[in-house]
């Protein structure tokens, strides 16, 4: 078995309850619940040779075949964080090639996957190491430590539906890594998730700066016991599948999550006219035929569009017929099944 060098692939997804705001060590201040993708994910290879230089981490980082010093610094330090849990980058250098399934100017480049598979791999060569199987308690871990990476990435490791962050109504719910939502209602399988890109520039004020943001908000300890209410309310909406509480949830607390950055007290507003269109013609398409469809946002322009499969035909000539003025481009995207390992 070829122990030192292993290949992961980890999907983004997409919340529906929003993480914003932090403390401590990533440490969301609410819990959050989302939709693991499919076609959207990163693709790590992670590959062990010996050390040539004495630094504590020895990390030579590939973004799509060329080397990125900036995304690079950002896995090292995160490396040397947490190097307690990867003993063998004492004695050995890595080598990281990291791919996205999609475009990479398509505005959705997202940490989430990225990070998930980087722990992943990692922790999957520490495993190897010590002859141990990757057992549930496997993935836990490997969500702790995507979290430490980035908050949104402990969310990844798991098919269809997770949830991270401290809920009293959760059992099993934790600030340090998230789990699966199982009990799923048969109308919420199969959700398709369509990502219009509005915009494909890199954000004016990043996720982290956001975040830090919700530290002096006028509206955080509201937004917070808000969010928290809402996951528990949305895994019972998630068991029970009742659509129009899916769809009132996921629409509101998208527009909570650009209303907070919008009030933050540097105020700050990354939706697009494009965004805006996208969304009031959404609503009327639904109004006037009575199709469960809705949108939701991430930190920026892009509308991601959200419907169960069977609908995929009505909904999907809307987007090409009545939205395709307010987008650049349509990523078609779905439910999916969590981190992949490739046998290399
Ligand atoms: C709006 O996970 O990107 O997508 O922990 O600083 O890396 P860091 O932040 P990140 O924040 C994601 C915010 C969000 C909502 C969400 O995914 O829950």
């Given amino acids: 078995m070829n122990t030192t060098k292993v290949t992961w692939t980890c999907p983004s997804n997409i919340a529906i309850v929003k993480y914003w705001g932090k403390k401590g060590n990533q440490i969301p201040c609410n819990s959050s619940l989302s939709l693991t993708l499919s076609n959207s994910f990163t693709q790590v290879e992670a590959e062990l040779s010996a050390k040539t230089a004495d630094d504590l981490v020895q990390l030579t980082y590939y973004f799509e075949g060329e080397i990125n010093e900036k995304f690079g610094q950002r896995v090292a330090k995160f490396l040397i964080d947490n190097r307690e849990f990867f003993p063998f980058l004492s004695e050995n250098a890595l080598t990281i090639h990291s791919s996205n399934s999609f475009p990479h100017s398509a505005g959705i480049a997202s940490s989430a996957s990225a990070f998930g598979a980087i722990s992943l791999a990692l922790l999957d060569i520490a495993y190897t190491l010590e002859n141990k199987e990757l057992d549930d308690e496997f993935y836990a871990k490997a969500s702790y430590l995507a979290r430490l990476g980035s908050g949104s990435a402990s969310r990844s490791m798991f098919p269809g539906y997770a949830m991270w962050g401290e809920n009293d109504k959760i059992s099993n719910s ?28 890199p954000k004016k004020v990043s996720s982290s700066v956001g975040h830090s943001l919700m530290n002096n908000h006028p509206y955080a300890e509201n937004r917070f016991i808000q969010a928290i209410d809402r996951t528990s309310e949305l895994v019972e909406i998630l068991k029970t599948g009742n659509m129009e509480a899916f769809i009132h949830m996921c629409e509101s607390e998208a527009l909570t999550l650009h209303a907070m950055m919008m009030t933050s007290m540097d105020y700050y507003l990354l939706v697009k006219p494009g965004t805006i269109t996208a969304i009031e013609r959404l609503i009327e398409f639904r109004k006037e035929n009575n199709i469960p469809v809705c949108f939701t946002l991430d930190a920026g322009p892009n509308v991601h569009v959200l419907y169960p499969k069977a609908f995929e035909k009505q909904v999907e000539d809307f987007i090409q017929n009545e939205l395709s003025d307010t987008y650049k481009n349509v990523i078609y995207d779905m439910e999916g099944n969590g981190p992949k390992k490739l046998n290399n």
């Fill in 174 to 201: 934790s600030n340090e890594y998230a789990i699966e939502v199982k009990n799923i209602h048969p109308t919420f399988r199969n959700m398709k998730d369509a990502i219009l890109i509005v915009e494909d520039e």
